[in-house]
């Protein structure tokens, strides 16, 4: 191991301080597996890209690493790619910090004011050191903030989880995530053959008769989708107004959530819901309980193999294209497009790929997620529109909203 008192950069001598889409080998000789042989194929490269191999292969030597770090203009360079490339190994630490504080109620508790060492001890039940150490992880993750007296207090990335139930209920989610991508190169290798218990928790991904699927079964997906979706309902209706239409369909709508938000903020808007039949009983209660009983309907049955129900203006598509595989989106888009008017309207609002300064949310995050999942990949919004157009609809456009991180928002014209 490195001796705690080398520089970060001396300490991941591998980060490179030119720009590149290459990243160096990690792996020493005695440990690296057997190199394929490199392809025949004759392949001339652009002038740019010959420059940039041979300055990668330059600037992940030895001697230029050592330089770059000493050097005044290089070195915050260096340090900073070396602190980046150690949080990408420490990442799961992190998490974990933030689980734990999840799991103690450590957010909730502290929104109350600030407490002391002891005081949060003795609510968590943890002895004194371990105390210490989540505290002083926690807070250097800026998850927690130290205040005078020994007190800590919530931190600025800490006081928005303080009452979050969706933010939490996604975080204890994310527990069987990662055991699922403990050995991600099986998982990779393995593909859908791979059973994963994010697979069995969401029954659709693999059944073989969805529409069969029982109550016991949905209720806790639906619960943690209910709980998640809020932000991004409120996302999608503050860009799109819906008050020019007079009936909106959600195909996948899972308990209502959006036809809630979307009927408690338009009076006059007729909402009907399609979905899974374990699922549309759940959301006839919701509506109930919302006052909106009279105004909504639901068709159970299977996107997959049933027409979709006609007599909206509008249908929304929130958060369902990016958990199935390609053809089974084009599929359901031409379902829609037939049910639709012509002239009528299609949302999609789901966490799309390709996010400019949140690449890494779309291409490596749920891209892992629904891989371990079983099916289904986040696309870019490019592709969601040339797959809408083969669906049959004239135009489409992407819609800008307040968090493109988690709500990317395409319409299109039937």
Not at 74 to 103: I, K, N, W
Not at 215 to 244: F, G, H, I, N, Q
Not at 279 to 298: I, W
Request: aromatic share 8%; net charge positive.
């Amino acid at each position: 191991m490195t001796p705690p008192d080398r520089s970060l950069a001396e300490a991941m001598p591998s980060v490179t301080v030119a720009s590149s889409s290459a990243a160096p080998s990690l792996v020493t000789p005695s440990t690296a597996h057997t190199l394929p042989t490199p392809s025949t194929a004759v392949y001339t490269a652009p002038f740019w890209e010959r420059w940039r191999d041979r300055w990668n292969a330059f600037v992940a030597t030895e001697g230029f690493q050592s330089w770059a770090a000493r050097f005044p203009l290089t070195r915050p360079v260096a340090l900073h790619r070396s602190r980046a490339l150690f949080d990408l190994m420490a990442g799961f630490v992190y998490t974990q910090t933030l689980y734990a504080c999840v799991e103690l109620g450590l957010f909730d508790l502290l929104a109350k004011g600030p407490l002391t060492k002891d005081e949060i001890a003795k609510h968590t039940g943890l002895p004194d050191a371990a105390t210490e150490t989540l505290i002083r992880a926690a807070t250097s993750l800026r998850l927690l903030a130290k205040r005078r007296g020994g007190r800590v207090a919530l931190g600025p990335l800490g006081a928005p989880m303080a009452g979050n139930a969706g933010l939490v209920a996604l975080i204890r989610h994310h527990a069987m995530a990662y055991g699922d991508l403990a050995d991600p190169v099986t998982l990779l290798r393995a593909g859908s053959d791979f059973r994963t218990e994010l697979s069995r928790y969401w029954p659709y991904a693999d059944a073989p008769r969805p529409q069969a699927i029982d109550d016991a079964r949905v209720a806790s997906y639906s619960e943690m989708m209910a709980a998640t979706l809020p932000p991004l309902a409120s996302d999608v209706l503050d860009a799109y107004d819906l008050s020019k239409h007079d009936c909106l369909l959600d195909v996948g709508g899972g308990e209502g959530v959006f036809l809630t938000h979307a009927g408690l903020r338009h009076n006059k808007l007729n909402l009907m819901l399609f979905d899974l039949p374990a699922v549309t009983s759940r959301a006839q209660s919701r509506m109930a309980k919302a006052g909106l009983a009279n105004r909504f309907s639901s068709v159970g049955g299977n996107f997959h193999a049933d027409a979709l129900p006609t007599g909206a203006s509008v249908c929304s598509l929130v958060r369902v294209l990016l958990d199935h595989d390609d053809a089974s989106v084009n599929r359901l888009l031409r379902k829609v497009h037939a049910a639709l008017p012509k002239g009528g309207t299609l949302l999609v609002a789901e966490a799309m790929a390709g996010v400019r300064g949140a690449e890494p949310v779309g291409d490596a995050y749920f891209n892992f997620y629904l891989m371990a999942m079983g099916k289904g990949r986040a696309r870019r919004p490019e592709e969601l529109h040339a797959m809408i157009a083969a669906a049959g609809f004239k135009r489409s456009k992407s819609v800008p909203t307040r968090y493109p991180i988690q709500t990317g928002l395409i319409v299109a014209e039937a």
